[in-house]
């Protein structure tokens, strides 16, 4: 079956760095997608990575290891505004996206 | 940038009425549009996927009688959910892509909070 992976919660400090990992096991691959979504809102586009190796926009950050069926989203200096889920989402061979649970972020001053 | 428009935002009816939804993309063609739902506390669960001039497609465990989808152009997909019950009470979300790119992210609409009473 298809199966993503990723942290259920995690709590950071403002200002400091976080890593929030995804593996997957999906019936191919198309790319692999983050998603941030607040607290009663629709999710909004972070990054995409198709190819191997870091993607850097801004302060946040997305890597991707095809051989690992591994990605991570890092962000930097965080803030609070930053306090939401991320979600990871791999599009398999059939196009067709397939959801992480989504990680909720805890940022604490 | 590519722009989902959804509408309404927040809708609350009673039960046994019906309710429309609409998903346009503002600037850019969509042949494909993705309707998602999501309760408290869960993730997106896909509903159905949406495509222009044909029937749509459901996903396992969602009625179609129940959960009207038209995708009459390239730039509208409507989602009618007819005899609202309680627990159609959700939080309805309307994707689309770009069909100039083939791995495009998908957009999002801002979301219908639904609340049958």
């Known amino acids: 079956g298809q199966n993503i992976d990723q942290p259920t919660e995690m709590t950071a400090t403002e200002g400091a760095i976080v890593q929030i990992n995804c593996t997957y096991q999906?019936?191919?691959?198309?790319?692999l997608f983050w998603y941030q979504q607040h607290a009663g809102e629709a999710p909004t586009f972070l990054s995409y990575?198709?190819l191997d190796g870091l993607e850097e926009k801004g302060r946040f950050s997305s890597f991707l290891s095809r051989s690992k069926g591994y990605s991570y989203l890092l962000l930097k200096e965080l803030q609070m505004k930053d306090s939401a889920s991320y979600l990871c989402?791999?599009?398999?061979?059939?196009?067709?996206?397939?959801w992480g649970a989504g990680t909720k972020l805890i940022i604490k001053p | 940038g590519a722009v989902v428009s959804q509408h309404p935002s927040r809708v609350i009816c009673k039960s046994g009425t019906s309710v429309k939804i609409e998903c346009r993309s503002l600037?850019?063609?969509?042949?494909?549009m993705f309707w998602y739902r999501q309760f408290p506390k869960q993730s997106l669960m896909l509903m159905a996927t949406?495509?222009?001039?044909?029937?749509?497609?459901?996903e396992q465990g969602v009625e179609k009688d129940k959960f009207l989808i038209n995708h009459a152009s390239l730039t509208l997909s409507t989602l009618t959910v007819t005899s609202a019950h309680p627990e159609d009470s959700s939080f309805y979300i309307c994707?689309?892509?770009?069909?100039?790119?083939?791995?495009?992210?998908?957009?999002f609409g801002n979301g219908t909070r639904l609340t049958v009473t």
């Open positions: 994707s689309a892509r770009d069909l100039r790119q083939d791995n495009s992210p998908l957009h």
């Open positions: 600037d850019f063609q969509a042949t494909t």
């Open positions: 949406s495509n222009e001039g044909s029937k749509a497609t459901y």
């Open positions: 999906t019936s191919g691959f198309n790319g």
């Open positions: 990575n198709v």
């Open positions: 989402a791999v599009l398999d061979s059939n196009y067709q996206l397939i």
